[in-house]
């Protein structure tokens, strides 16, 4: 049978003529709650208010299913009008019978955002409208309206989210029935009232004025640095130009986080970011692409390569994990040999870094020591012909071993299974710090240092190293 689903507005006397038309062809009505003051609307008719279904839910997810299954049983019978406050495209339970019905007529009346924004004399262009009790699907946009801000939990949850979008010191506007009152964002959880009418509208301000930010402001600021009357310096710019910029801020970066300097990460995480943003804003320019393809190839990536997340493989720990990752991986750059792997590894990667990245490729070929030891014993092998060379005098041979034996060096902390590139980061602050400490007691004991021999250099590392 026939499902009508009519939006009852909200307010008193908002009903239209194709509404009253269509409770007086249905054989049932239900209204979603008779506690709103557009119920009102159906003093003239037999409606079944729901309220008793409120109480059975557990969560309001729950209630909507149970008042779409309600409406749909009796449909099976008879035609049935659902009457909900507001417009029936803000329901959810609206949404439910929608997609379960065929046959379905949608009557809509005066929505909770549109009342809202009205009151709140919203100018923006677009805004977007969502319920307290979805607040946490909000993105980012010019302008927002919350709606169903009924008690102090939910306003204070709308409140966490309109603080991360626009900040708490952001003005907004505070519906309630009829009456609006501009507040701060952090107020809205400080009224004293709330009802069902309840609701908050807010406009993000003008771009130099804002309290929040987000990526896309980021890339705006970029185009604005770079037009015409822009910033001479950021006008001129390439790829090539900035590209020692990435390594630099993630160097930055990464120092910030071995400091435990969390304001040194939080500023650093934002260079980081701005690198990127410059890089997609140049593309754009360049008809190549931009920032939103590169966050879309991004999403797209982690996806395919956490299939045992999202697909069909599986993953029992962090190892088996990786796996997954990397198998995906090179499906997904369609190497198919080892060697394509290893070539992939890229050049300007830290040397020892390189070198590490390139054996454990290498490796899953099978070509690799038994162990760490048996990569020592070679790693002793490339000592004694350096030094044999060395004695030789001949620079080119050298220079090659040196390379052999930095790189078996590699080799063995590897299988031992050390970061190379941390460990020997971690030596040379030693060392800097034991050469501090040194050179500090040599000059407490009134000597200089570049006056003392070996072995009273010796003396004093060992006192340092104490």
Excluded at 218 to 240: M, S, Y
Excluded at 309 to 316: E, L, M, N, S, V
Excluded at 325 to 333: A, I, L, M, R, S
Aim: glycine share 4%; proline share 1%; hydrophobic share 40%.
């Amino acid at each position: 049978m026939k499902i009508t689903l009519i939006g009852l507005g909200v307010s008193d006397g908002g009903l239209t003529g194709q509404a009253e038309t269509a409770l007086k062809n249905a054989r049932k009505i239900y209204a979603r709650t008779a506690q709103t003051i557009s119920f009102k609307n159906l003093s003239g008719f037999a409606a079944e208010a729901l309220d008793s279904l409120f109480d059975k839910s557990r969560n309001f997810d729950t209630l909507n299913k149970k008042l779409a299954a309600e409406v749909l049983n009796a449909s099976k019978t008879q035609t049935v009008a659902y009457c909900v406050d507001g417009a029936v495209c803000e329901d959810e339970a609206c949404k439910i019978i929608l997609k379960k019905s065929k046959d379905c007529e949608v009557i809509e009346g005066v929505s909770k955002s549109a009342h809202a924004a009205s009151l709140a004399k919203l100018t923006a262009a677009q805004y977007t409208a969502v319920s307290a009790y979805a607040a946490e699907s909000l993105k980012s946009c010019a302008a927002a309206v919350v709606y169903d801000i009924d008690c102090y939990f939910t306003a204070s949850k709308v409140k966490q989210v309109l603080s991360k979008l626009f900040g708490e010191e952001a003005a907004c506007s505070f519906i309630r029935g009829e009456t609006c009152e501009r507040i701060k964002v952090y107020e809205i959880d400080r009224r004293k009232y709330y009802d069902y009418s309840c609701a908050v509208v807010v406009e993000e301000d003008e771009f130099l004025k804002k309290h929040r930010y987000d990526y896309a402001d980021v890339e705006t600021l970029i185009k604005l640095l770079r037009a015409p009357d822009g910033c001479p310096w950021d006008r001129v710019q390439t790829n090539e130009s900035i590209k020692s910029n990435v390594v630099e801020e993630a160097y930055e970066l990464a120092d910030a986080i071995e400091r435990g300097d969390d304001d040194g990460i939080e500023e650093e995480t934002g260079d980081v970011l701005l690198q990127a943003a410059f890089h997609s804003v140049l593309k754009e320019e360049q008809g190549v692409f931009d920032g939103s393809d590169a966050i879309t190839r991004l999403v797209k990536k982690l996806i395919f390569r956490h299939s045992h997340i999202f697909g069909k493989d599986k993953a029992q720990d962090s190892e088996g994990a990786l796996h997954v990752w990397e198998k995906n991986k090179t499906v997904e750059k369609s190497q198919t040999t080892f060697g394509e792997t290893v070539l992939a590894v890229p050049n300007n990667f830290p040397a020892c870094m390189r070198a590490q990245k390139v054996q454990k490729r290498a490796a899953k070929s099978g070509m690799d020591f038994l162990s760490s030891v048996s990569a020592a014993e070679r790693l002793e092998d490339e000592v004694r012909e350096l030094i044999e060379a060395q004695l030789a005098e001949d620079e080119h041979a050298i220079f090659d071993e040196a390379g052999d034996v930095l790189f078996s060096a590699v080799n063995t902390c590897r299988l031992a299974g050390v970061d190379c590139e941390e460990a020997l980061r971690a030596a040379t602050k030693k060392f800097t710090n034991r050469f501090v400490k040194c050179e500090q007691l040599i000059i407490a004991d009134g000597k200089d240092i570049t006056d003392l021999n070996e072995l009273e250099l010796d003396v004093y590392w060992h006192k340092a190293k104490a």
